[in-house]
């Protein structure tokens, strides 16, 4: 059995690597083609940008197979021998905390380096380190708390049921619904929300809010650009705690009517129950993911010389679950991307197709987003549709449109040394 998981994973691994590799030699060779959406300058940097941060991910692939192998061939049994504790659930809870405290220090560096360089250099982190400290560890404590919490709960189970992994599925499925609601209260511990001014913006949201029958618990600025420079706009938890959250630099960026044509774009969402629908897939992922690992035999626990207790039944769920999830991935991003479509046409009728599309073009040249990828990146990432299709799908011809003014712009230096040379000549070559 153990082979039989060992060989699915490193299909998994060599397609993310395959993907990654496809996507970087797909942007190089787009990026030196005539510009779409954005002045050269900026297409050139988005591009670049994208191509980073895929060189990153290229580097965690290799990293997270053998972190994989490492668990599943010594790991497990290392950890195993340090938690020696009385108490089935207690020994499962501080199992647990290590297997998710290895894989945190193994990941660090890479959110390091993704922040505090690839994101630095293209002047999207505004954070400095301090604040970056306090947030890992305010992180660090609700994951103490919460998590273990959680741990105990699903290791209680395992020790009262047989079918441990239905009753395991209904309640992780009820916390992640509970979460959505307790949405907002967590991110008030790391972001300040404050009510939005009264004006015409509020009225006019607030009249397109009751027209769509959303009741809110407010709306809401919530300062994004202490930690970043991206635009975003959100409606943020369930039943009376939903809020609509606009970023500072949001309203920065855009006029009244952009901005009111994005929030109909989210209401669209709204009215359409697609919180709902995601909410569904989250638990069809979940249901299925409890399922094949709670029948996983107690002869692979032997291979990996571990006594299958509920930590690590639990533990290998966690190990495993990106796996089932690649799979499930283009399914969800089938019915996201669908959704996007809907919500387009949604935000149009109420905030105006020419508002909506002018938003979208001001959001892709700020965001940096690279408005071209390669089609398995489409396939099996994206929650939604390319920009282009999307404005072609509004009556938009975007093939060839450029916005905004040419500028000068510096460039930052690209990790150009190692395997991403040899990529890159081998992109160069093709």
Not at 129 to 155: E, H, N, R, Y
Not at 238 to 263: C, P, Q, Y
Not at 313 to 337: C, D, E, G, T
Not at 373 to 384: D, K
Request: negative net charge; without cysteine; charged residues 20%.
């Amino acid at each position: 059995m153990l082979e039989i998981i060992i060989v699915l994973y490193s299909l998994y691994t060599f397609m993310r690597i395959y993907i990654s590799v496809m996507q970087i030699g797909y942007i190089n060779e787009q990026k030196r083609k005539d510009p779409v959406l954005m002045p050269a300058g900026k297409y050139m940097v988005s591009a670049n940008y994208a191509v980073a941060k895929e060189k990153l991910s290229l580097i965690e692939h290799f990293v997270d197979y053998l972190i994989f192998l490492w668990w599943v061939f010594a790991g497990f049994a290392w950890l195993s021998s340090l938690v020696q504790v009385d108490g089935e659930i207690m020994q499962a809870v501080l199992f647990l905390m290590g297997f998710v405290a290895v894989n945190y220090v193994v990941g660090l560096p890479f959110e390091i380096y993704q922040k505090f360089k690839i994101d630095k250099d293209f002047h999207f982190n505004q954070m400095e380190p301090k604040m970056f400290i306090v947030d890992q560890l305010k992180s660090a404590a609700l994951f103490v708390v919460i998590g273990g919490v959680l741990f105990a709960l699903l290791a209680w189970i395992i020790t009262r049921f047989e079918m441990w992994w239905l009753w395991g599925f209904t309640a992780m499925f009820t916390v992640a619904v509970l979460a959505n609601v307790l949405m907002p209260w967590f991110m008030g511990l790391f972001n300040k929300f404050t009510p939005i001014e009264e004006g015409e913006l509020k009225r006019e949201i607030t009249k397109m809010m009751d027209e769509a029958g959303l009741q809110s618990d407010g709306i809401f600025v919530m300062d994004a650009s202490k930690r970043d420079s991206r635009l975003n706009a959100f409606f943020g938890g369930l039943g009376k705690s939903k809020r609509v959250v606009l970023f500072d630099t949001l309203i920065e960026k855009l006029t009244t009517k952009e901005l009111l044509a994005v929030l109909g774009h989210e209401l669209g969402h709204f009215k359409h129950g697609d919180i709902w629908k995601n909410i569904a897939l989250m638990g069809l992922l979940l249901f299925i993911a409890f399922y094949l690992f709670g029948h996983l035999p107690d002869a692979l626990f032997t291979q990996m010389h571990v006594i299958p207790h509920a930590g690590v039944k639990i533990a290998m769920l966690m190990l495993l679950l990106p796996l089932v999830s690649f799979v499930f991935n283009p399914f969800m991003s089938y019915v996201s991307q669908h959704n996007e479509y809907a919500a387009d046409a949604y935000g149009s009728d109420v905030g105006g197709q020419e508002h909506l599309i002018s938003a979208l073009l001001k959001l892709v040249t700020e965001n940096k987003s690279f408005p071209k990828s390669h089609p398995l990146v489409i396939f099996f990432y994206h929650t939604h549709p390319p920009i282009i299709e999307r404005l072609n799908a509004m009556g938009y011809d975007a093939s060839n449109t450029v916005i905004g003014e040419e500028e000068k712009v510096e460039e930052p230096a690209l990790p150009n040394d190692g395997i991403f040379a040899f990529i890159d000549k081998k992109n160069n070559d093709s």
